[in-house]
């Protein structure tokens, strides 16, 4: 699955900031789901679901 990326840019309102939702294999044969988001141009922050296999991270995913 490619990662979903969403773009908000409002200038009257000094609003550019990033979302996205990935779907990534771990180490061990489990599935994560990350969430980075933040100003464009900047780090941002980042959120990690875990999950044991990758149809449990696709609903999750679905769901978000």
């Not at 959120?47 to 609903?59: C, H, N, S």
Request: net charge neutral; glycine share 10%; charged share 30%.
């Amino acid at each position: 699955m490619s990662p979903r990326k969403l773009l908000r840019i409002d200038p009257s309102r000094n609003m550019s900031r990033f979302y996205e939702i990935d779907v990534q294999p771990g180490l061990f044969g489990d599935v994560s789901v990350m969430r980075p988001w933040g100003r464009i141009g900047q780090c941002g922050q980042s959120r990690e679901y875990w999950f044991e296999d990758e149809t449990g991270a696709q609903k999750a995913s679905d769901s978000i």
